[in-house]
């Protein structure tokens, strides 16, 4: 059976919309800032944590210790 061109014209214009909007959600999660931003808030999430900050600590005073050892041997 044959569809109504109106019919058809507006189910085309609903796909467009669907699409534009589709496309403005990718645009808006997909921006570089924003991952930029997303990123750099969870990496100073991560260092707010004290138990990394203790092992960042450690492994920093570990890397002194063998640097210094290092120079007078």
Known sequence: MARDPDTIQR???QA???LAST???LGTKANPK???DD????????????RVKAALIG????VAVLV???IFR
């Not at 990123?39 to 004290?50: G, I």
């Not at 492994?59 to 570990?62: C, I």
Request: net charge neutral; no cysteine.
């Open 59 to 62: 492994v920093g005073v570990l």
């Open 34 to 36: 924003k991952l930029v």
């Open 11 to 13: 189910d085309i214009e």
């Open 68 to 70: 210094v050892r290092r």
């Open 16 to 18: 467009r919309d669907a």
């Open 39 to 50: 990123a750099t808030s969870s990496v100073k999430s991560k260092f707010d944590d004290p």
């Open 23 to 25: 496309l403005d959600q």
